[in-house]
């Protein structure tokens, strides 16, 4: 069983489109984020969200924003998208709350998205 | 504000040599926790380990082990006879306590790229 999955692993569309990413857990845990690696490998964070408390990192563009039906999913919609949008956006959990990053946070397979 | 860094972009040596990974970090809290994370070509992000601030004694699960020395700020990986499946790319990672508010989540270093030749 995959503790924490990504659809769709490819994401291929044009610039000026709206679109979303799918992440579910199904570890128990309290707390999501998505993190954004560039080119460059480099990693990021971007949310931290449980269902009290959603965490935005400043530096990210209010077209992207994060929706939890429940607390085992947290889906990433990104509006009116923009080249420099292409990287792989990874999802992730852990037992903490929002703000705080103790406890081990288990990484789905990310989502490579490329803006033509 | 907390800072990883791994200063070898990328380390290439041959099979069953030994190899370290070297990572500093800049913090200003007392409580933190530190990560080591792998990243195959497969690209999925592998947890390793994941070592509190209070805690500096060395680790060691097979040929992996961890070696955190708090008076240099550093938590250096090193792998034992490597093997060519140990090739990916290594990230050390820091969290610290409460953000006070910030999504601050893990703070990653830039990465080492480990290859292993045959």
């Known amino acids: 069983d995959t503790a924490v999955s990504q659809t769709p692993k490819y994401l291929v569309t044009q610039m000026g489109n709206d679109k979303s990413i799918k992440c579910e857990q199904n570890?128990?845990?309290?707390?999501m984020y998505w993190y954004k690696q560039d080119s460059k490998k480099f990693l990021k964070i971007m949310f931290s969200y449980n269902n009290k408390e959603l965490i935005i990192n400043e530096t990210v563009p209010n077209r992207f924003s994060p929706k939890s039906p429940d607390k085992a999913h947290l889906n990433l919609h990104i509006n009116s998208l923009e080249l420099g949008d292409s990287a792989v956006y990874f999802c992730?959990?852990?037992?903490?709350?929002?703000?705080?990053?103790?406890?081990?946070?288990?990484f789905g397979p990310g989502t490579r998205l490329t803006v033509l | 504000a907390q800072k990883v860094t791994q200063a070898q972009t990328e380390i290439s040596v041959v099979e069953k040599e030994d190899v370290t990974l070297d990572c500093v970090y800049e913090t200003r809290d007392t409580t933190y926790y530190l990560f080591w994370y792998k990243q195959p070509p497969s690209g999925e992000l592998v947890f390793l380990i994941r070592?509190?601030?209070?805690?500096?004694q060395n680790e060691i699960s097979g040929r992996y082990s961890w070696n955190f020395q708090k008076s240099t700020s550093s938590f250096n990986f090193t792998i034992t006879a490597s093997q060519v499946v140990d090739s990916a790319v290594y990230f050390c990672a820091l969290s610290e306590a409460d953000s006070g508010g910030g999504a601050d989540g893990l703070t990653f270093g830039k990465g080492t790229h480990l290859i292993i030749q045959p």
């Open positions: 992730a959990s852990s037992q903490d709350r929002p703000g705080r990053a103790f406890d081990t946070q288990y």
């Open positions: 070592r509190n601030s209070f805690d500096e």
């Open positions: 570890l128990g845990h309290d707390t």
